[in-house]
């Protein structure tokens, strides 16, 4: 089976997204990403993550993660809030702000399944009591891949609740065996079927990563490079579409937008590393060229030339 498949979206359309900060704003009305992220058995997700959400202009980032995890994270960045997951409410009206400002959540970067039912826990309550656009992403997937978690996808579907998944390739083959998938489609037409199976838009990472949205659109990003292939690198990711998810993008813009920063960074850093060199770590130093890249013709364009 195939699915027509729209191509990267234009620099110029992409930078238009670029969610720059209004003179006016300020750190709440920017966007406020709570990442519930790293386990005991992996901290460094949460940290990837987050610096990932804090480079793509997240005003407020929030780390609920293991106990375990909690000297990690708060040892990595000053900036970051780091609370242990056990304090992660999803249904209650977030602390700081006037409680109506931009928000979204990011879960699963770093879960551990070995963690059985506190992971499973977070994620479920998550999913049925989060009413702001919600990231799927790492370890969540495979506990999302169940009959609990299709039936709790479904009812957040139901009620217009965003719905965001980032699978690489064995996360979404645990999604479609879960949604009894037909397990022999290409990439841009599994794509397409699990968003409709879970309501989901749904981000197919890999060499090229095929975006569907739930009404069966299908575009490619194919910008990346074999440098980015190294542990980590889908971590930071989550953490930059999670941020512009919270900064107002939709599902789609954001995982259009987050991809292609995400592999222009990757870009940049190979230019200044090289593809060997390359770490998830250096990822985020380089979203500053990412969007100089993505922005500079848009400029150009505005000044006519
Ligand atoms: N620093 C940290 O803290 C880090 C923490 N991390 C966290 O670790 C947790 C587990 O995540 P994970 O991705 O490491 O393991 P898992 O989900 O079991 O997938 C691997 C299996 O899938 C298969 N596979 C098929 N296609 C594939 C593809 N395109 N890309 C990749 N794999 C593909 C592959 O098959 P194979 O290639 O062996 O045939 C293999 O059997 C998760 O919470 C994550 O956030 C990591 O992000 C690393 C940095
Ligand atoms: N050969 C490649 N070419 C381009 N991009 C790649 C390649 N391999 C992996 N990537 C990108 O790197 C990221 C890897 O994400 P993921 O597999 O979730 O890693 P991790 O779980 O270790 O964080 C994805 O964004 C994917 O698209």
Redo the contacts with the bound molecule.
Sequence with gaps: MTVPVAPSRPNASLAALLPFPAADTNKYRRGHLSLV???A????????AADGATRAGAGYTEVFCAGKALLTVRGHRPSLVARDWRAWHPGRPSRGGNGDHPRACVI??????AEGGATAGLLMETLRAWEAPLLV??????LLASPTGLRLAAERAAKGRPLLLTP???????LAAAASLAPDRDAPALAAALARAYGATVAL??PRTYIADTRGNVEVMDRGTAALAK?????VL?GIIGALLAQGLSPVDAAALGCALHAEAGRAAEAALSALCVT?DDLADFLPAAVRALAAPAAADAHGQ
């Design positions: 992220a790293g386990s058995a992996y901290p460094g997700a949460a940290c990837l699963g970067c770093g879960f551990d399944t992403d790492g370890g969540a997937l495979g690489h390739g064995g996360e979404a083959a645990r990472k890999g542990a980590g690198t889908g971590d989550a998830a």
